[in-house]
């Protein structure tokens, strides 16, 4: 499939590229990796007239860890969560999930800003920075502004971000222990059918603080409050696990679609919970 006519415009700076999507409201979408704009702009289910392609402004590509806060430019590639050093001892949560996204191909290209604000609820990233508590700076006319992940997404593809702004970077504390992202996929380079963020850090000898955020299971990422709150104070054991499972069932809406009907994807749901707060709980 061939995608309708439209402008293309390679701004090498933000200042430049928030005003062609100002100049051009709902008519231009920034272009990041392009493996989701692209392929629905083939199939004519996103008509686009003014392309913005962000790759030259150079800011959007920086991983910056300072004063134990993680921040990443828009445009960081998944394959560069994989292999960046500083990640790895900063955030390895990114690590783990980034390399269950897809396959290497999406993964050089596929960014980590194109990741959440497409606000696909199948996307990985999303959840994951539910769970981290992350922030995302949002660039418009008006200069900035910031808003938590957990108030980002407001239902399937449709987000907080006005159609003038640009998400421009991500920020989130650092953590080194207690986290697991597990992933249940129909087979390699699928989307998740269910999918766990946990992060557990102890308190002497229970879990003393317990963030956990679902994907695929809602049209938004689920964080659940209420899965932590249940772990909080226990040492993660059978029957903490449970009540946490049981909290998170609460708080998701699944549909039924080819990955399974609703009972499959709960039953998935929670062994998918109860495995990632296992791994996290040992690396706690
Ligand atoms: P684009 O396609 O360029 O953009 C997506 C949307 O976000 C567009 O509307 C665009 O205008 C907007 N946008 C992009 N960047 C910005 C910005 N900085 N500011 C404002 N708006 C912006 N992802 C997963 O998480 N898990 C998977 O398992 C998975 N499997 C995949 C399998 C295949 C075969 C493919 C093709 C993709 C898969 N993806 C998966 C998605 C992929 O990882 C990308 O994250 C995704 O395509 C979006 O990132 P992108 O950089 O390509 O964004």
């Not at 090498?12 to 990796?33: K, M, N, W, Y």
């Not at 850090?201 to 956990?212: F, L, M, P, Q, W």
């Not at 809406?253 to 296992?278: C, Q, S, T, W, Y």
């Amino acid at each position: 499939m061939i995608p309708p006519a439209f402008e293309y415009h390679r701004p090498t700076d933000l200042a430049s590229a928030v005003s062609v999507l100002q100049e051009h409201g709902d008519e231009a979408r920034c272009l990041a990796g392009g493996h989701s704009l692209i392929p629905m702009m083939k199939l004519r289910m996103a008509a686009v007239e003014h392309l913005v392609d962000l790759q030259d402004i150079a800011e959007l590509r920086e991983i910056r860890v300072e004063g134990g806060r993680v921040t990443l430019g828009a445009m960081v590639t998944q394959h560069a969560l994989i292999t960046s050093d500083a990640l790895a001892s900063a955030a390895p949560l990114l690590r783990e999930a980034a390399e269950q996204i897809a396959d290497p191909q999406v993964r050089y290209m596929g960014t980590v800003g194109g990741n959440v604000a497409n606000g696909d609820p199948g996307n990985d990233m999303p959840g994951l920075m539910q769970a981290l508590d992350a922030s995302f700076t949002l660039m418009g006319p008006d200069g900035t502004r910031e808003v938590a992940a957990r108030d980002f997404f407001e239902g399937a593809y449709t987000t907080t971000r006005e159609d003038e702004e640009i998400l421009t970077q991500i920020a989130f504390d650092a953590h080194a222990k207690g986290y697991a992202y597990e992933k249940q996929k129909r087979k390699i380079g699928d989307y998740a059918t269910a999918a766990a963020a946990v992060l557990i850090e102890k308190d002497g000898t229970v879990a003393g603080k317990v963030d956990i955020a679902m994907t695929n299971l809602s049209d938004t990422p689920v964080y659940s409050a209420a899965a932590g709150a249940a772990l909080v104070g226990t040492s993660c054991d059978a029957e903490a696990v449970k009540a946490a499972v049981t909290a998170m069932l609460e708080d998701i809406d699944p549909m039924p679609d080819n990955r399974g009907p609703v009972e499959f994807k709960r039953h998935v749901a929670g062994v998918i919970l109860g495995r990632a707060i296992a791994r996290a709980w040992s690396r706690a």
